[in-house]
């Protein structure tokens, strides 16, 4: 049986690497891929091709509101210019759905229970993932938090017993020590099936987790 799967991403980032066979040159290129492609055997919850631009937010948000509470998995697609710096994180689409993945709220007398929530980092237009993930040179991964949306922010990292690895160079940690993880576009396409078990493992597991869900 498939997931049900929401997709949050910003539709205009084109800082992003072109996908041979897409045309957007967009994030929205990679949502499409997935569709397509990597989540056809899925239940796919994003926004599909409806156009929204002529509705009010209100009436997005509720739109949204119905596919997020009736998904168990959200997907959040980062990319280098997701965020808008000029804009308060709160009028920004992204820290909304998945602040609304992470609530429990009940909708026509159903409770949606916490989505399980994986950031996809897609490479930018030169084909690299350093603006977020670096490679260091005790073997280590740098994962640059600080410069995501702040419910990204304080949902990684945020086990409240992590594991510290073996690296006498850097403070980091071993295991599932986010409940917000983190993978590479090239790593989820290649392995899609083990990296949405992973995000529904920790899910299950999610008491083990200070989880913030206000933006």
Not at 2 to 15: C, I, L, P
Not at 138 to 146: M, R, V
Not at 184 to 206: A, G, H, P, Q
Request: glycine fraction near 4%; charged fraction near 30%.
């Amino acid at each position: 049986m498939g997931r049900k799967v929401f997709v949050s991403y910003k539709h205009s980032d084109d800082s992003v690497k072109n996908l041979t066979g897409y045309y957007n040159n967009t994030a929205r290129d990679y949502v499409d891929y997935l569709a397509d492609k990597t989540l056809k055997d899925d239940v796919y919850k994003g926004e599909g091709d409806e156009d929204l631009s002529d509705f009010k937010d209100d009436t997005i948000k509720n739109r949204l509101k119905d596919k997020i509470h009736d998904s168990s998995v959200t997907l959040v697609l980062i990319s280098p210019n997701m965020k808008d710096s000029y804009k308060q994180e709160s009028d920004q689409w992204i820290p909304w759905e998945i602040s609304y993945s992470l609530k429990e709220i009940t909708r026509n007398d159903q409770t949606s229970h916490t989505n399980g929530v994986l950031a996809v980092v897609l490479p930018d237009y030169n084909g690299s993932y350093s603006y977020f993930i670096e490679s260091k040179s005790c073997e280590c991964t740098l994962f640059k938090t600080d410069t995501l949306f702040q419910i990204l922010d304080n949902n990684m990292f945020n086990k409240k017993e992590k594991q510290s690895s073996n690296c006498n160079s850097c403070n980091s940690y071993s295991g599932e020590s986010s409940y917000i993880a983190s993978v590479k576009w090239c790593d989820f396409i290649s392995n899609k099936d083990s990296y949405l078990d992973r995000t529904v493992s920790i899910r299950d597991d999610r008491k083990s987790y200070n989880i913030i869900k206000e933006v």
